[in-house]
């Protein structure tokens, strides 16, 4: 067991659907992460978070939209997603921006039919 | 352009032959090199940072090692458990994650 937690595990949507995934932290870490994980590629940065703000967003398309409510919790909010974006979606912390000691969740399982 | 290069991309052994997996790096500004286990499925498991050359830990069957261009996880006597896909990430003055594509490792009993 981490102490990142991500729901659901596994996820299928039509292209038109909206859906969020959920990241929950409890290792009282400062930064948080989302990824993606794509077959034969290395984890591709989408966004990052420090103490809530976003402090990059690595040229992520607007159908990505993340949310940082608190330092504990972040979301990926998807609308409008094509076939190409199915992934494992990774989300992890680090104590801060400049510690980036990662450790990150089980993953989100997407598929986009 | 900070970059990791791990090699080989897939490597079998048989249960107790050792072997080491390669990372090579280039990275502005070296805050640190990483590694991680990642099992069919499951998120990347933290194993190991090293910060700086001649730097050594070890965990279990494990040793990873540091020089100014390279990083080896060093892996004796492997157990079929030991099979996954293991990686490689540096961080530097721009405080990211670069990642290297990985190297899939079975050990067969």
């Known amino acids: 067991e981490t102490g990142v937690t991500q729901t659901p595990r596994h996820l299928v949507m039509g292209m038109t659907n909206k859906k969020s995934l959920k990241c929950e932290q409890h290792?009282?870490?400062?930064?948080m992460y989302w990824y993606k994980q794509s077959a034969k590629k290395p984890l591709e940065l989408m966004f990052v978070?420090?103490?809530?703000?976003?402090?990059e967003n690595n040229s992520v398309p607007s159908r990505f939209s993340p949310e940082c409510p608190n330092s504990s919790h972040l979301f990926l909010h998807l609308h409008t997603l094509q076939p190409e974006d199915s992934a494992l979606y990774l989300c992890?912390?680090?104590?801060?921006?400049?510690?980036?000691?990662?450790?990150f969740g089980q993953g989100t399982r997407l598929t986009v039919v | 352009e900070d970059q990791v290069t791990q090699s080989p991309e897939a490597l079998r052994l048989q249960e107790g032959e050792s072997s080491s997996l390669n990372c090579s790096y280039t990275?502005?500004?070296?805050?640190?090199l990483f590694w991680y286990r990642q099992d069919p499925g499951k998120g990347p498991e933290f194993l190991f940072t090293?910060?700086?050359a001649g730097e050594e830990k070890e965990k279990e069957r494990l040793k990873a090692t540091l020089t100014k261009k390279e990083s080896f996880l060093h892996i004796t006597a492997p157990k079929p458990e030991d099979s996954a896909t293991y990686l490689c990430?540096?961080?530097?003055?721009?405080?990211?994650?670069?990642f290297g594509t990985g190297t899939l490792l079975a050990v067969q009993p």
């Open positions: 290792l009282g870490h400062n930064a």
């Open positions: 992890a912390s680090s104590q801060s921006r400049v510690r980036t000691e990662a450790f």
């Open positions: 990275v502005s500004g070296l805050r640190g």
């Open positions: 090293l910060y700086s």
């Open positions: 978070y420090s103490l809530e703000e976003r402090v």
């Open positions: 990430a540096s961080s530097g003055a721009t405080n990211k994650l670069i």
